[in-house]
């Protein structure tokens, strides 16, 4: 069993950053990916950025450039950098992990919602 816990959301102005940060226990050796979702009122959940256990990222393209996925070397703790934010990134933010090639395959966090104020 994996446990995600995630914290960091809040309220920000346009433009401004937030870091969201998940806390990673359990069976951390079996994740072979992670990744954060979000979900905003009346929308699907959608993925935001994906990293394995190799290191490699993927973002969604309305984020690229701005939002930052990374962990800690001992993959406790996964983050997600979000700058330049704009309105349309309001959203509760999960935090997913998956133990075969899909982050949000197996185990998710209970979300942490970012407001994003114009």
């Known amino acids: 069993q994996v446990q995600l816990v995630e914290s960091g959301g809040g309220l920000v102005q346009a433009g401004g950053s937030l870091r969201l940060s998940c806390a990673v226990s359990?069976?951390?050796?079996?994740?072979?990916?992670m990744g954060w979702y979000r979900q905003s009122p009346g929308k699907q959940r959608e993925l935001v950025a994906t990293i394995t256990s190799g290191g490699n990222t993927n973002y969604a393209d309305s984020v690229k450039g701005r939002f930052t996925i990374s962990r800690d070397n001992a993959k406790i703790t996964l983050y997600l950098q979000m700058n330049s934010l704009k309105p349309e990134d309001a959203a509760v933010y999960y935090c997913?992990?998956?133990?075969?090639?899909?982050?949000?395959?197996?185990?998710w966090g209970q979300g942490t919602r970012v407001t994003v104020s114009s």
């Open positions: 359990g069976n951390i050796l079996s994740i072979n990916v």
């Open positions: 997913s992990a998956g133990l075969g090639v899909v982050a949000g395959a197996d185990y």
